[in-house]
C-alpha cells in the first residue's frame, strides 16, 4: 500500500484517501485513461511509450520526451494549442487511443509563463536567467545536508541547457503539422540553495519593441493566458501575480500564491544592459511538478481528447 | 576593553591580542598615523572627515565617501595609482598630513577584480551581475533568522546602485586631475541567501573584442594586478583562483581560499546572450571587509604616504 | 488596516478576512466582550488589568499573570475546572463582569498535556526536560539569523523557570478557594535551535507507581481529556497521538498534526535513570500560542462564563 | 591520489602535503609501524584484526572493537592505563607487534571526559543525557538534506546504546587483567539537528558525595588528566574548558577551542531532579574522530608501544 511504500515528507500529514491506495508493478495493466509519470529519465523513455503503445494517456512530468518533435510540452496557460500535434503523434507512432504529454522542466515554466504575455505583446529577443533552487525538487534522498549547508551548488545537471531549450519550444507556434520554435536566445544560470521549497529566478529580457514598466506590469496583471475558456479546476485565479515591494517575491512568503498554483512576480525594473529585469517565483513541487501534470490532465480532458 | 564590548560571533575564539584593546571613544586623539573607519555610513562621513583634518589617514570600509570625486576607491591589484588622486584631495580639502582612501563595497571587489584583466585584454561593454549574498555582512544583529530560514530575499538596500556605480570608477583612469570612469552598463540584482559567509555572483560579459573561453581562463590564472610590485604582507599569493570543475566555486568549500583573500572563479562559459558567463566568489568578511581595508593601508604604507 | 500594520511572515498569504481589520489602540474601548492578549510581558501587566477592570474577559497569551493564585492558567484538555478561581478573581480585585485567563508557556503546554494522563494513572514524582525550540517564537525581529545559523543557543530567558513553575499549577487542584499544585519536581533544560515552526522535549518521567511502557502508550493514546463534555470547536480529534517509528516526532513531519492542535508523542520507553522517557513535539505558533489562547475562549464561553 | 579519491568537504582547501598522498587498497603491506582505521563498522571488524594478526598497530575510530573485553576504549586525558590490556590483547589474540587500540563514539568522548574529573572527586551514580548532534558525523552523502533541513531528527542508530555502554567501560578501571566498569546508570537520548560541526549535550548528573557548583566549576577548571605527564603534542592546552555566560557553549562559538581539541562545558547549575545539570560542547570531527586517534596513537608512542 501507498503508505508503506512512501517516504512520505511533506510538513502536512498524508491523506487518507492517498494512505490505502494499493501500489502496482509499472506494467500496462491499469484499469484507468490517463496515467501520471514521474519516473526519472533514463526509464522514462521506454516506460511512457509502452503504456502509450497499450492505450493509456500518459501525462509526463519526466524530461525523456519534452524536446521530440512530435511531443507537445504543455503549460495549459500559454499553449494549449500545441495539443494538436497528437494526431500526429499518433500516426506517426502508430498509436491507437494513447498519446504522450509532457509538461516542462521546473524552472522552464514560470520563466515561460511570464516571458508569454511579454512576447505576444513587445515581442522578445534575448533573456538571461539565473536560478536559485530549492532542495525539494531532487527526489529523496536528494542532496545530501554536507553539500547544501552553509553553501550554494552553482549548477544542477543538464538544467541550464532545459530552460534554454524548452522555452522557445513552449513560446513557439504548432505550424499545422510541426512546432516552430520562437526565436530567443536565452542564456541560463542555475544554482541549489537551502530553501525547501519555491525556485527563485532572476531574469533580464530584450524586448523586440521598446516597452515601458507599467505597461509590462499591467501586462502581466492581466494575464489569464486561455486558461479561461477552459474552466479548468486545478487552475489559479491569477497565474500571475505581480507584487510591488522592494523585497518580494521572497520563497518562503510567496511560494504558495494562488495554492502553490500562481507564480509570482517583482521588482519588475528597467536593466541597463537588456531592456527589463524581473524575479519570479514559482513552488517547485506543485505548480511546477505534480500540479502541471494534473493541470495538463485537466486540458486534455477538457478539450475532448479522453 | 574589547572582550567586554564586542559581541563576539566568530567560529574561532577571540585571539589574546585582541581581548585586552582598549575600546575609546570615536574622537581624533589616537597616537597613531592610520585609522580604519567600519562605522556605519549615515556617521561615517562627518567621523571620516574630522579625523582626516586632523591628520589621520583614513582608511575606509564605509560605503560614505567611496562616490566622491576626490576620494580614492581602491583595489590594491586593480589601481593603484589611484591614491595620485590624494595631493587634490588635500588641497581641495585643506588636509595637511590625513587624508582619506575607500575600498568598494562587498560585491563591488570580487566583480571589479575579476572584470579588470578581462577589461585590459579585451574590453567590456556590459555586464549582467546576480548576486546571492551571505548574512554575515549586514553587521549584528543584521539579518532576522525570521526573515532568511528556508527563504531568499531578493534585494538589499542601496546595494545594486552600489555596483552599478562603483565598479566603473576602480576600472576607469585617473586621469591626471580627475578619475575618468569606464565605459561600461552594469546591471546588478541581489539576493540575500542562508549562507554564513561567502557572496557568490553570477555573471555575463560583453566585450569589446571577442575573446574565447580557453584565453579568458588563460587571462583570469595569470592575472597579478600591480600587486607584486609592491609585494604587500596581506596580499594572496594569486589575487584570482581559476577552477574548471563543474559545480564551483561554492562557498563553504571556496571562500577560505588564498585565507580568504582570494577570489574563486569558475563555470567559465559562452552566454548566448552576451559573451560569456562565470561564477565568482569572495569571502565577505575577509576580502570584501576588514581584509581590503588592511591591504589599502598595506598598499599606502607601501607607496610611502605614510 | 492590519495589512498595514503587519509584517506578515507566514508561508500562506494574509487572509483576506483579516487584511481590512482596523487596528485601534490598546485602550478598554473595544465593542467585544473578550479580547485576546498577546503584549509583551512588561506591558501586559498593566493592560490586562485595564481590560478585566473595564468588564472584558481577557484571554491572556502573555506570562504576565499566569503565576498569580487568583488567575487560571488552563489548559482545555487538562484542567478546565481550574477556571472555577473566576468568582474569586473578581471579589478579590472588584472586577465586575471582566476576568483574565492565561494559557501556559509554549513548552510548558505539550509537556503538561502529556503528564496529565500519565499522572493520573500512575503518579508523577520527578521529569527532566530538555526542549529543542524553534525560532518562530520570539516574535520579530526575534533571533538574529548570525546567532542560531549553524548554532545552537543553549537557554532561552525565563523559560526554564516558567516550565518548572508553571507545570505543578497546571497539574494541581483546585482546592474550592484556591489552586494546590501537584507535588513534583521538574528539572528544564531549554535550546533553541534552527528549526521554523515546532519545539521538541525530551522527558524523562518517575511515575509514584510502576508503569510499563504498553500501559503508558495506552493512556496517552486514550487521552481525551475533558475536552469531549464541551465539544469546542477548535479542539483536536486527538490532543495526543502516539507514534511507535524509531525516528518520530520531528518537527517538519509532525507540527500539523490535527491542524497544528496535537501533541505527538513518540519513542516512549523505559529509562535506566528514572521510569520512562519520550520525545514530545508541538506546533508552537498554533497549539503554543493562538491556538491556546482561541481554544481557552471557547472553553469559556463553553462554561457559560460570557 | 588521494586528491582524486576524497569528496573533500572542508572549508579550507585541501592541504597540499595531502594531496598527493597513494591512495592503496586495504590490504596489510604498507610499509608504515602504525594505521589509522575509519572503515565502517561492519568491515571493520575483519580488516582491523587482519592488519593487527601482521603486526600492525591499529588506531580505530570505528566502534566495531569497542566493547571487546581485551581492547583498550581510551581517551588520554581520562585512563590511559587501559593500555595495558594490550599485553592480554596480544597473548588472546596470538598478536605479534600488532594490537588494536579504539577510541570512543563521538557523544561519549566528551561525556567521559567531562564525567571523569567529577567521578574523581564525588563519585557518580547516574546521568541523562540528551544530545544535539551535528550532520557532520555521518559520512558521506549522510543525512539528506530534506530529512533536516528545518527539522530535527530524534534518534542516530545505535547511537543511545554507545553513549550507555561505552562510558562505564572508560570511567572503569583496569584491574590487572580485565576492565572493572565504573557503575553508573547512563540514560542517553540522541537529536540530530541541522548544525554542520559540533556536538551539544544536556546532561544531568547525580553524585554520590554532594557537591556543590562552585566546587564542580573548580574541578572541572582544573582537570588536565593524565595528559601533561605524556605531553603529547596534540593535546590541548585544556581538555575542559569551563564558561560562566548564561547562553554558552554555542557549537559555531566554542567548537574551535583549543583547536577543536577542547571540551566546552557551561550552564553548570542545580538540578532540581539529579544534583546537578550542565551543558557540553565539542568539534564532533576533530576532538571526537581524527583528533581523538591521533591522540591515540600519540599516547601509544609515548608510553612506548611503537
Not at 183 to 196: F, L, N, P, T, W
Not at 246 to 272: F, K, T, W, Y
Request: hydrophobic share 40%; proline share 7%.
Amino acid at each position: 500500500m501507498y503508505k508503506d511504500a512512501c517516504k512520505w515528507k511533506l510538513d502536512v500529514p498524508m491523506p487518507d484517501s492517498v494512505r490505502h491506495l494499493n501500489v502496482s508493478p509499472t506494467i500496462p495493466e491499469l484499469n484507468c485513461r490517463v496515467v501520471f509519470s514521474a519516473v526519472s529519465s533514463p526509464v522514462a523513455y521506454e516506460i511512457e511509450e509502452l503504456f502509450a503503445s497499450n492505450g493509456y494517456i500518459v501525462v509526463s512530468n519526466a524530461s525523456a520526451h519534452r524536446m521530440e518533435p512530435d511531443i507537445p510540452l504543455i503549460i495549459p496557460e500559454v499553449n494549449p494549442d500545441h495539443l494538436n500535434i497528437i494526431n500526429q503523434q499518433k500516426i506517426k507512432r502508430n498509436y491507437d487511443r494513447g498519446f504522450i504529454v509532457t509538461n516542462p522542466n521546473c524552472s522552464t515554466i514560470p520563466l515561460a509563463m511570464v516571458l508569454a504575455p511579454v512576447k505576444e505583446h513587445f515581442g522578445i529577443s534575448k533573456a538571461i536567467v539565473t536560478t536559485l533552487q530549492a532542495i525539494s525538487v531532487a527526489g529523496y534522498p536528494g542532496v545530501p545536508a554536507l553539500d547544501i549547508f552553509d553553501n550554494i551548488i552553482p549548477n544542477i545537471k543538464n538544467e541550464e541547457e532545459k530552460i534554454e531549450s524548452e522555452t522557445p519550444k513552449i513560446l513557439g507556434k504548432y505550424g499545422g503539422d510541426r512546432f516552430i520554435p520562437y526565436e530567443i536566445d536565452i542564456s541560463a544560470k542555475v544554482h541549489r540553495v537551502a530553501v525547501c521549497d519555491g525556485h527563485l529566478l532572476s531574469v533580464s529580457v530584450k524586448t523586440s519593441r521598446k516597452a515601458d514598466i507599467e505597461e509590462i506590469k499591467k501586462i502581466l496583471k492581466g494575464f489569464s493566458g486561455y486558461i479561461g475558456v477552459y474552466n479548468l479546476p486545478g487552475a489559479p485565479e491569477k497565474p500571475i501575480i505581480v507584487r510591488n515591494e522592494m523585497d518580494r517575491p521572497q520563497p518562503r512568503l510567496d511560494r504558495n500564491a494562488g495554492n502553490g498554483m500562481s507564480v509570482v512576480v517583482g521588482r519588475i525594473q528597467l536593466c541597463s544592459v537588456l531592456d527589463f529585469k524581473m524575479s519570479i517565483l514559482v513552488h517547485n513541487t506543485i505548480r511546477d511538478a505534480a500540479g502541471a501534470a494534473i493541470l495538463n490532465a485537466e486540458l486534455i480532458k477538457a478539450k475532448g481528447y479522453v
